[in-house]
């Protein structure tokens, strides 16, 4: 099985490529996790993306795709996976389709979890975080509450809200989300690989919802 999980900012598609990758043995490809890992085997790309790492800069696109298409070239390459959080545009959808084709790969099926955008903000604008740097503890106003409001249950710190998860800015990186997978989500529909999976209630619903979709016209 070959998947990409598309949606956004906050849709829980973390959470189920992790449930799915264990249950399935799909590896779970997360972008963050391709970069670290080529900065810390110092390849090409690598080093490319470290500059822009240790500059506080978002890595370009292209850059992107090179990182990805080194992560395909060596003989360990995936051969069933999860792509999370990437591809996130249409070019670099073309640009993974050329790497899937040079090593004789094609894609199962991509899934575009949906939640409702006053819910997404929701769950963003709800998180706390421990701002201690040995700690770095994160909770839930709703979902996960500290015992004590407002201090962090294991090292007592006060907790803060990141930049990160303020409403503005998960609003301003919905529109980009938005902008960006328009597309992508046409291309994918197109090709008739792109299915849907409602990402509102529990992480156990949820997961069975995308069972179902996996399942249908299995084989
Ligand atoms: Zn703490």
Known sequence: MRLIFLGPPGCGKGTQAKLL?????????????????????????GNRARSYIEAGKLVPDDLVNDLIAERFSGEDRPQRFIMDGYPRTLNQAEAFE????????????VVLFKVDEEELVRRVAGRLSCPKTSCK?????I???????????LCGTPLVQREDDKEETIR???AVYH?????LIDYYRKQGLLREV???GEIPKVYERLLAVLDEEAG
């Open 137 to 141: 503890a994160t909770y839930h106003i």
């Open 143 to 153: 979902s996960r509450p500290p015992q004590r409001p407002g201090i962090c249950d």
């Open 198 to 200: 409602f990402g509102e």
């Open 179 to 183: 902008r960006q997978t328009a597309e």
């Open 98 to 109: 050329r790497v899937l084709r040079q090593h004789g790969l094609n894609l199962t099926r």
């Open 21 to 45: 990758s264990e249950q399935r043995h799909l590896e779970h490809i997360a972008t963050g996790d391709i970069l670290r890992d080529a900065k810390r085997r110092g390849t090409p790309a």
């Open 172 to 174: 301003e990186r919905l």
